[in-house]
């Protein structure tokens, strides 16, 4: 699902993923504001049309043989591509996402791959999200990206749903020019892996802070991006410095 095998019908924000022409139109602050809003996403949603590929993101596929099978918690899941992945694996997962009518499609694609009974969803804004006392073995998030490098506070809110002894994996795209920013915020909603590390608590350990190089083809045109990645690790006795 994602980014990666990711086919995208929608034209605006950085977050469809398109390569950049050198000739996006730029957005108004108000239109550039409200492709961040989930009436945005819930539109690109609305229609029949398959968005992303279905395939797991590369990232996840890299780190996630290494971890013990628990919970987890895939945040802008999307249309559950990695959700059903992690279920395939063994993990217990809940998908969660902003855009109702994207985890109604999420849940449609776990009943056709027959994981349903592994999988739950959560409607919830990652930019507001509070674990109010769930926690996970993993949890992960992939190319979502708020506004105005609105991930740093989006991962700190997610490090508190990580279980003693588990991992937070946040996974988007270092700043490019291949791809399209049509306004300062989509620029700035892109990252780099140690811009995120002030938000993990004392109790984690970085294991992965990394700009991973990979190749993106997408309606015909190939494009070497990064995928900025930080995985880390609670300590398993969950104790705060
Ligand atoms: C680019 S898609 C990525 C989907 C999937 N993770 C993947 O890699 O294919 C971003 C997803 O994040 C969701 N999203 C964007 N901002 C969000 C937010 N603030 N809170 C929750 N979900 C959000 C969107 O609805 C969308 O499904």
Redesign the pocket.
């Given at each position: 699902?994602?980014?990666t095998g990711?086919t995208v019908r929608t034209l605006v924000g950085m977050?469809s993923?398109e390569p950049s022409t050198g000739h996006e139109h730029h957005l108004t602050d108000e239109e550039a504001a409200a492709t961040?809003e989930?009436s945005s996403?819930e539109e690109r949603y609305a229609g029949t049309e398959t968005i992303?590929s279905g395939n797991p993101?590369p990232q996840l596929v890299a780190e996630v043989p290494g971890l013990t099978p628990g919970t987890a918690l895939?945040?802008?899941?999307?249309?559950g591509?990695?959700v059903i992945w992690l279920a395939r694996q063994g993990w217990r997962v809940t998908g969660?996402?902003?855009?109702a009518n994207?985890l109604a499609r999420a849940a449609r694609h776990a009943e056709e791959a027959g994981v349903a009974d592994r999988c739950d969803w959560w409607q919830?804004?990652?930019?507001t999200f509070a674990a109010g006392g769930r926690s996970y073995d993993l949890v992960a998030?992939?190319?979502?990206?708020?506004p105005d490098g609105g991930m740093v506070e989006?991962t700190r809110r997610l490090s508190e749903a990580v279980a003693p002894g588990g991992h937070l994996l946040v996974v988007g795209h270092a700043p490019s020019e291949a791809l399209a920013q049509p306004s300062e915020s989509h620029r700035r909603a892109m990252f780099v892996a140690e811009e995120l590390l002030p938000a993990l608590p004392d109790d984690f350990v970085a294991l992965v802070v990394e700009q991973r190089p990979r190749t993106m083809t997408r309606d015909g045109t190939t494009m070497d991006v990064h995928d900025s990645t930080l995985l880390a690790r609670r300590d398993a006795a969950g104790v705060r410095a």
């Open positions: 699902m994602l980014s990711a977050n993923h961040f989930p996403w992303w993101n895939d945040v802008g899941c999307g249309e591509g990695d969660a996402d902003f855009a994207g919830v804004d990652a930019r998030t992939h190319f979502l990206h708020p989006v």
